[in-house]
């Protein structure tokens, strides 16, 4: 059994958008279950109100709504150990996306932890499982919604997911696929 990180606040995952006659609309990408922390705190503007998000379905993912204009929190880099790492490609499951592969989470109570892929949970849509366990146990509280992801030796990281719990098993964190997460929200990565 799956559970989400109880927590007063949670982690952004990447910033995204989407275009609506001719207005960009900008978003923080997040785990869906933080609607329940919302307006999300913010040290850039905020606070940021709620937008749209499911924990159901084929993703756990939802977007606090940042606004119409060019926002300074508009980015195309993660923390990656609390240094920010530039995106280089979108949900790369060629080389990251293989049982035993290594892939590393963080968030803004625990910083950055790596560990194995060990399965891919749910039922393929089109090909895609929709949820992934890493066996990595350093995700707690604060930590959902925000990104794992592949790192290549040049420093640049393919963001793979959004990460949503744990199992209580053995504390495996687990997180959504991108691809998914942006299909659900009808947004796209900004990078």
Known sequence: ?????????????STVYTIYMGITFWYWLTAGHCNVVTPAQSAFDGPFNWASGSATGASDSGLWYLGTYPVAAASNLIADGWSAKPISTQSDRGNFDNLGDYVCATGATSGTGCGTLVWKWGTAISG?????????????????????????????????????????????ALYSDLGLSLIDRGVTLYR
Do not use: K, Q, W
């Not at 799956?2 to 927590?7: I, K, L, Q, V």
């Not at 890493?134 to 990281?157: A, E, H, K, M, Q």
């Open 128 to 172: 895609i499982y929709y949820t992934r366990e890493l066996d990595y146990t350093g995700t707690i509280g604060g930590d959902s919604g925000g990104p794992s992801f592949g790192r290549y030796s040049n420093g640049t990281v393919s963001l793979m997911g959004v990460v949503h719990g744990y199992l209580n098993s053995n504390m495996h």
């Open 1 to 13: 059994m799956a559970t989400h990180y109880p927590s007063r606040y949670c982690s952004v995952n």
